[in-house]
Antibody, heavy 121, light 107 residues
């Protein structure tokens, strides 16, 4: 059963870059059946899709964040990563790594437990 | 972006009740809709995909219906474990957007 685990700093300063990594367990990031992505949830609020990546390196981003977001894959470590530049307090959220089976345009079948990232000086 | 609007925002019910949550899309999304359950401090959990297909392991008291712009999630015979927040998500058109959530609490 596929498992996902987020890791990274829980506190980032305004204007700096948020960096998170998701480690995939019990499956391979090279599995062509999955797209790997990130979703976030500000405290007490709803969910926002950030973007996704396929093992080939093809990326898909939310246009509202596209200028600041980068998602990449590290096949040697079975991980994928998120970078969000020029963060502000509005980027404070629980960040989930997640996966869609079969297509980027699909339901999220597996979620990480989530990691809270606060943006504050 | 496609806007997803859920109603009601909060729903109070009792164990054994039947409840329905509605999700409306700002434009047609065919059947590209998923429902998730989220409990406090946990990640969402997929319940239904393609509007009406039950995810493996999800109890049959959950059901989904609809297509186009209007969708419903129905839970028959509420169990204590069902009190949570429910979200719909459209995956027809990027960006893939979620409803604002419906909190189901105990009356």
């Amino acid at each position: 059963h596929l498992q996902l685990q987020e890791s990274g700093p829980g506190l980032v300063k305004p204007s700096e870059t948020l960096s998170l990594t998701c480690t995939v367990s019990r499956n391979s990031i090279n599995n062509h059946n999955y797209y790997w992505g990130w979703i976030r949830q500000p405290p007490g609020k709803g969910l926002e899709w950030i973007g996704s990546i396929y093992y080939t390196g093809s990326t898909y981003y939310n246009p509202s964040l596209k200028s600041r977001v980068s998602i990449s894959v590290d096949k040697s470590k079975n991980q994928f990563s998120l970078k969000l530049t020029s963060v502000t307090a509005a980027d404070t959220a629980v960040y989930y790594c997640a996966t869609n089976p079969g297509t980027v345009a699909g339901p999220v079948s597996h979620w990480g437990q989530g990691t809270l990232v606060s943006v504050s000086s | 972006d496609i806007q997803m609007t859920q109603s009601p925002s909060t729903l109070s019910a009792s164990v054994g009740d039947r409840v329905t949550v509605t999700c409306r899309a700002s434009q047609s999304i065919s059947s590209s809709l998923a429902w998730y359950q989220q409990k406090p401090g946990q990640a969402p959990n997929l319940l239904i995909y393609k509007a009406s297909n039950l995810e493996n392991g999800v109890p049959s008291r959950f059901s989904g219906h609809g297509s186009g712009t209007e969708f419903t999630l129905t839970i028959t015979s509420l169990q204590p474990d069902d009190f949570a927040t429910y979200y719909c998500q459209q995956y027809d058109t990027s960006p893939y957007t979620f409803g604002q959530g419906t909190k189901l609490d105990i009356k």
